[in-house]
């Protein structure tokens, strides 16, 4: 295997882009994610491309990111793994320039979720994306889905709807900063608490926003990083878990087992732990996935995160900044381009270049969970200085 | 990059297959799979994943196979890249076994065209598969678009519907004794002309079925095949070109530029050449494609096809048999399975025990094309003897 170094990233603006067609969204993280290559690169070095898409709410999606691109030539695939699809796509171009057979690849994600153009909407995507049988007709649609793993954590752990809201203050406040981010203000506590209630733990700001957008990266072969930069992010771990689709048959709802399988994985092939992390983008869909998710990635001992989240630990300026970007609640959740956004983030947290920089950050770990909590898919980085 | 082999493969008969749901599919055809590897294999020794699946009618498609196979601590992807999913979802396999990611790989296709669950239908669908501003209202779906290429060819090259029928008698002879095809019947000459026209130049016997079924593959890597069988088939190549969306973009409707491309890339991984291949499954989704597609994979020079039918060169006993199995006309089409069902058929070819076996095949090849004619994907292997 070879190293696997990423050398662009890019993404446009997260947003309500109704001003812009997919076709167009695709373009310019495109033209965004080539020109944040240090020393250039040309389309026409692209060996292979894959796209990151979960709605596909304007025509054939593979061929829309070959042609809007000018990438005929070369093999491009849509990978769909719900809200996981982002670090998932990415791991398909690891093993592609890992294992020797295609030198430069593209991984790019869109989505368009706040209009639509065709018949297959952002709800009836939500519709396939469930159990059929009983779930959905229960209602298990993504927020009362992930409610019933928050709600049980909090019985069982004591954690309470303030340490929700801390998640939510948090991510805002970095997100309030970053001028990629849909939702660019902060939150109080009181505002958090008295939102309107969408399903019990979560009100309206512990909930992502719908959000348009579209990010982008470049990975490269170690052997070539060089004509791109002197500055490469390396891949060094990839996973993706997955677990039973029914609530009625996960084994323990306070925990997400696809989470715990995915860092096994990636860590594993990384060959470090939760331990070495400096800064991670964690996937909060809803407040209380953050904080689960903290152990389920090793990041606490079991019942730990809310005390993580009183001490500031994920905060910027505590041990283990969380979502300095803003996460999803802040920066917004295309579905397909989120993970991808993350790395971009990333990418420039470990160059030394982040909006909300964490100072000294070697080691960095993107995360996402999706469907119903059934699949989660992990990337962990490493800076150039190594 | 290790040599990958194929130590398994199977499906389940294609047709209209109303009594059984998608996860009912798609458990017979893994297990199936399982079956048929010659000294068995349990499935925790499958390291990935991956699911192609066009339509997703009955929940999250990743998360479906995973929970309905029980394979949920290993990641399980969805590839969908039109009716070129199949052979596209075992390019990704090969990099990861190849690659040295992964030691043992399933591959697996599935689709439920003939009856959907939900509020996403094989019309919406083909609806989002278009380009949506222009070709999609001029009613340029699948029948429209192909007619379009086929039509420029007959025109260019004198070809006739003759021609044309010469290959749905062929691929139906073929597929009259394949107890895994969804049609089982012969056609001739007079049927195929005096069907009722669906869209000039094709009648109903041009056009292939809607199909339910399910098809799988199991790749591994040579250190290990011989623990699974003594006679693994080798996978060569693999490649996936683009095209064009809108028909009014493509440089020349007389041929398909996206099977020319993937099969150039094919071919070079392969280190072979289309006069090497003694039998193939060509993506004959109408019988002007087949016919069209002898020229784009190079088994004949621009404008001979109509000739290799009238000498009956590809069928069995020709020089070339291609679509033993029956082909897309008679074995069926559930667009996901397809590319893997052909990869079934050519797995047995190479070990001599197809129900219609090409004597002493050593090279096979596995075409898919498939959206607006804007991709396809091909794989090129090679018999146990090597």
């Known amino acids: ?13 997260f947003g309500e882009l109704f001003h812009q067609s997919l076709k167009d969204m695709v373009a310019k993280a495109f033209q965004a994610t080539l020109d944040s290559v240090d020393k250039g690169m040309r389309a026409d070095e692209i060996g292979a491309a894959w796209f990151s898409e979960v709605q596909s709410v304007d ?8 042609d809007t691109c000018g990438l005929l030539d070369i093999p491009v695939t849509r990978v769909e793994n719900a809200c996981a699809s982002g ?29 639509t153009s065709s018949s297959s909407t952002f709800w009836e995507w939500m519709s396939t994306n469930r159990d059929m049988a009983w779930d959905l007709p229960l209602g298990l649609i993504s927020p009362g889905s992930f409610a019933l793993h928050v709600a049980r954590y909090m019985h069982e752990f004591g954690a309470t709807r303030e340490h929700l809201a801390r998640v939510a203050m948090k991510n805002h406040h970095n997100g309030a900063t ?70 009625a048959h996960k084994e323990d709802l306070s925990s997400f087992a696809a989470t715990r399988r995915a860092a096994k994985q990636a860590f594993a092939m990384a060959g470090i732990g939760p331990q070495d992390i400096n800064v991670a ?9 953050e904080m689960m ?13 809310p005390r993580l989240l009183e001490k500031e630990e994920t905060s910027i300026g505590g041990s ?7 996460g ?58 190594a």
């Open 59 to 66: 025509g054939f999606p593979a061929g829309l990111l070959a």
């Open 87 to 115: 670090n998932d796509a990415i791991r398909q171009a690891v093993y592609a320039v890992g294992g020797g057979y295609v030198n430069v690849a593209l991984v790019l994600g869109a989505d368009k979720v706040r209009d």
């Open 328 to 385: 999803l609640l802040s920066k917004g959740h295309p579905p397909g381009a989120t993970g991808i956004a993350q790395c971009t983030e990333l990418f420039e947290q470990l160059r030394g270049h982040a909006v909300n920089q964490v100072d000294g950050a070697k080691w960095a770990l993107a995360h996402n969970v999706g469907g119903p909590t059934a699949v989660s898919a992990i990337t962990v980085l490493e800076g150039p200085s």
């Open 178 to 247: 970053n001028p990629h981010a849909h939702l660019r203000f902060e939150v109080s506590m009181e505002q958090v608490l008295n939102a309107p209630m969408v399903v019990e733990p979560f009100g309206l700001l512990d909930c992502v926003p719908q959000s348009d957008g579209a990010a982008a990266v470049l990975l490269v072969s170690k052997d070539i990083a060089n004509r791109y930069t002197d500055h490469p992010v390396w891949v060094r771990g990839v996973g993706t878990g997955m677990d039973r689709i029914m609530h």
């Open 293 to 305: 998710t903290y152990e389920d990635l090793g990041f606490c001992g079991r019942g730990e995160a």
């Open 281 to 289: 983008e964690v996937h909060d869909c809803f407040t209380g996935v």
């Open 320 to 326: 283990l900044p969380v979502n300095p970007s803003g």
């Open 1 to 13: 295997m070879r190293e696997v170094a990423i050398v662009g990233a890019g993404m446009i603006p």
